[in-house]
């Protein structure tokens, strides 16, 4: 069955310009999390959705991210004004249901920020 | 203080060794344990799931929990070249975000 599926898989953005990374989950998936992954480093924590409804933006490192699950399938990570230092993987996860659920991640998106 | 520690390793065996896995917490309220393994340039994948101390076994694989000692342990018995990946721990309390170690890069020589 399909898996969690991410694009782009890589995105080079110069400076200052707004980025858009998408995360489609598993079919049936209700939770949806955002991960940023710095080499040789585990995933850090960014946000997270139950269906629609975002429960937890506290990993969010400035207002300059968001994110948005609008129908409770596919979400959007948005990063404003990008910087240097906002170069990562950007990792979505999925889980059936409920917080402490296993997670199935997505292969990623190599954002750089040149 | 870090929520979780692993050592990075690199850690280096045989093929048919055992091998060790390990990770330390500080939060006595985290109660789900995964262990991932992720191989180079791909996304993290869910090995091991487990929920209460004791041990939980899956093949070869075999995870390991001490609350008490705040200790989790994953075990690859029979060591595959295969098996050469990096490893990372996870944890959470209920209702929390999951908190990852930074991995350990094993590699096991043919």
């Known amino acids: 069955g399909a898996g969690v599926s991410q694009s782009p898989r890589y995105k080079v953005t110069k400076r200052g310009q707004d980025v858009a990374l998408r995360c489609d989950p598993i079919s049936g998936h209700v939770s949806l999390y955002w991960y940023r992954q710095a080499l040789g480093q585990g995933p850090e924590f960014l946000t997270y959705f139950n269906y629609e409804a975002q429960q937890d933006k506290s990993g969010l490192p400035n207002d300059r991210f968001s994110a948005e699950r609008p129908e409770g399938s596919i979400s959007t990570l948005t990063i404003q004004r990008t910087e240097q230092r906002d170069s990562a993987m950007y990792r979505c996860?999925?889980?059936?249901?409920?917080?402490?659920?296993?997670?199935?991640f997505g292969p990623g998106t190599r954002l750089t920020v040149t | 203080q870090k929520e979780v520690e692993q050592d990075p390793g690199p850690l280096s065996v045989p093929e048919g060794a055992i091998v060790s896995l390990n990770c330390t917490y500080s939060?006595?309220?985290?109660?789900?344990f995964m262990w991932y393994r992720q191989y180079s340039r791909k996304g993290p994948e869910l090995l091991m799931y487990?929920?209460?101390?004791g041990n939980k076994e899956d093949g070869r694989f075999t995870a390991q929990v001490d609350k008490s000692s705040k200790y989790i342990s994953l075990f690859i018995r029979d060591s595959q070249p295969s098996d050469s990946a990096t490893y990372l721990c996870a944890m959470s309390a209920p209702g929390n975000q999951f908190y990852f170690g930074t991995g350990t890069s094993l590699t096991v020589i043919p």
């Open positions: 996860a999925s889980s059936l249901g409920g917080r402490s659920d296993e997670q199935y």
């Open positions: 939060n006595s309220a985290f109660q789900y």
């Open positions: 487990t929920y209460s101390s």
